[in-house]
């Protein structure tokens, strides 16, 4: 008898411990989920159709800046470098232009190319952020890590008026594509920053996870977030908005299913 109301003991303890890191699990979904839709431009049928275009404000990161965005490509297609990011203006198509492999492009006082040697594999998320300050310093971090660019640092001001597209790359504003250059996969959680973020920055943004939101003092220089860019951009073609999996009851479910499993260990 005694030991069955030890192995009780033992049962209620534990199930009061996952009732307490329930409820701060809850809290802590609840203040840092993020943004539950990415940007999916389909691997099924490739178009140039398939983007979203955005005419943003760049008055504030004429001459510093950080990209920052999650990535999972769905096709081995790296012979162009798979272009994300693309900002035409009508003095350069490529004022800046951000690839996942191969080189970054950004116009400030001359066409500044910036090539780096790096190979991601397809259906695995991957944090990028390019970060900029005129005549300072260019860092490319891929999962927390820099990049080695070769190639000036970019110097003068990113021209302004322009048009933003995810998924293809320009050669004038808003359009003329090629099919070669051209983004297969998921986007999510892209944020522009109106300052150079520090390798210590982006370390933190890539370990706090995919699904954690900015935190405080980051969110401060926020200039154009994900959500704007969702609010604000037209999602054309075959690209879609889709559930990007941090809801609050799928961290929920991802929880119980733990408990439970800890639960079945400890009967066996």
């Not at 008898?1 to 199930?15: K, L, P, R, V």
């Not at 003095?91 to 190979?119: P, Q």
Request: hydrophobic share 40%; proline share 3%.
């Amino acid at each position: 008898s005694s030991g069955i109301n030890a192995e009780y003991g033992d049962y209620f303890s534990m199930a009061t411990n996952m009732l307490k890191l329930s409820s701060l699990l809850l809290l802590l979904v609840y203040s840092c989920s993020s943004s539950d839709q990415l940007l999916r431009i389909p691997e099924e049928e490739l178009s140039v159709d398939n983007y979203l275009i955005l005419v943003p404000d760049f008055t504030a990161l004429q001459s510093e800046l950080t990209v920052c965005a999650w990535l999972k490509k769905r096709l081995d297609q790296d012979r162009n470098g798979i272009p994300w990011f693309s900002y035409a203006t009508a003095t350069s198509a490529n004022s800046l232009l951000i690839k996942a492999a191969k080189h970054n492009i950004l116009y400030g006082s001359k066409v500044y190319e910036m090539r780096f040697s790096t190979k991601i594999m397809r259906d695995e998320w991957y944090h990028f952020c390019f970060a900029w300050k005129a005549g300072v310093n260019v860092d490319y971090y891929i999962n927390g890590v820099s990049v080695a660019l070769q190639g000036d640092i970019p110097a003068g001001s990113i021209p302004l008026g322009g048009t933003l597209i995810l998924g293809q790359e320009q050669d004038i504003p808003g359009g003329h594509f090629d099919p070669n250059d051209q983004f297969a996969g998921d986007i999510y959680q892209l944020n522009i920053f109106r300052r150079a973020l520090t390798l210590g920055d982006v370390t933190e943004m890539y370990y706090n996870g995919r699904c954690a939101e900015l935190c405080r003092a980051l969110s401060y220089e926020v200039e154009l977030s994900w959500q704007q860019i969702l609010r604000r951009g037209e999602v054309r073609g075959g690209a879609t908005l889709e559930d990007a999996e941090c809801s609050t009851w799928g961290t929920v479910v991802d929880f119980a299913e733990i408990v439970m499993d800890h639960l079945n260990r400890r009967r066996q």
